[in-house]
């Protein structure tokens, strides 16, 4: 892969070479030599062939994540948050028992991978937000959570943006199942596809990014499913801050400055 530095800019293909644009930059690459169905068929790439497998299935548990948290990913989420929750997925698989090219992907037993990760690492939960909060806490079923922030000085515990009057703390809830290989449909399927993908957002009223809040801050997530949730379905719990400019009593969303992080799988 090469960049493209001619003030003449291309987009397209061009006696085998591609011409493409990522990240602001123009870059030039070559046509692979090697055919799709050598890939397929070649004992040479059954390496390569497995790679790919586990990939797909990795692809579609990272899609699920941001399926169930898809009201908050626009607004919280970097350019490359399916990149790293892609490679999350394959550190996940990489543990997984089986068989190189099936291995399982359980989300459920590798919690800790995801706990922690950040939306938008450049505008980090911590950075934004360090006010003290309770663990959170689940219902019996695990289909519930509830976070509780104690009241706090706003001037203290918030790192607000230039031009920021309000900000909202916002909870996020998302379902997940396991994936599992299925060799009669020769992919990867969730185990639990009733649940998977599922989410909800809860979002507390606007506070000022100044002064105390004056009360505690309880926000609730409950899918209300009516029994317990699956043993191989995870509830990713998310917590996140979102500030706002006031301009003539009405509040505008900024476009920086917002932060949202998995603080718990339950």
Request: a negative charge; hydrophobic letters at 40%; aromatic letters at 10%.
């Amino acid at each position: 892969m090469a960049r493209n530095t001619s003030f003449i800019k291309l987009e397209g293909t061009l006696d085998g070479l591609t011409f493409y644009e990522k990240d602001g930059e123009n870059f030039v690459k070559t046509k692979s030599a090697i055919s799709k169905n050598r890939i397929a068929n070649d004992a040479a790439f059954v390496r390569t062939r497995e790679n790919n497998q586990e990939f797909s299935g990795c692809s579609k548990a990272s899609k699920a994540v941001r399926e169930a948290f898809a009201t908050v990913v626009k607004l919280m989420g970097d350019t490359y948050i399916t990149g790293r929750l892609t490679g999350i997925m394959k550190r996940i698989n990489k543990n997984g028992v089986g068989v190189r090219g099936e291995r399982a992907i359980d989300i459920v037993a590798n919690k800790e991978l995801l706990t922690g990760f950040e939306f938008n690492p450049k505008d980090t939960l911590s950075s934004q937000f360090y006010a003290p909060y309770a663990p959170p806490a689940f219902t019996l079923d695990r289909d519930g959570v509830t976070v509780l922030v104690p009241d706090f000085n706003a001037s203290s515990f918030l790192n607000a943006p230039e031009g920021a009057t309000h900000f909202k703390l916002v909870l996020a809830s998302g379902l997940v199942s396991n994936y599992a290989y299925e060799t009669a449909l020769e992919s990867y399927e969730p185990i639990d596809e009733d649940e998977n993908g599922k989410g909800l957002v809860a979002f507390s009223a606007a506070y000022s990014v100044k002064g105390m809040v004056g009360a505690a801050i309880t926000l609730t997530t409950d899918f209300s499913l009516g029994s317990a949730l699956p043993a191989t379905v995870s509830n990713m719990v998310a917590l996140g801050i979102v500030f706002y400019q006031e301009i003539n009593s009405e509040l505008y969303e900024l476009a920086s400055g917002n932060g949202m992080q998995i603080i718990t799988v339950g």
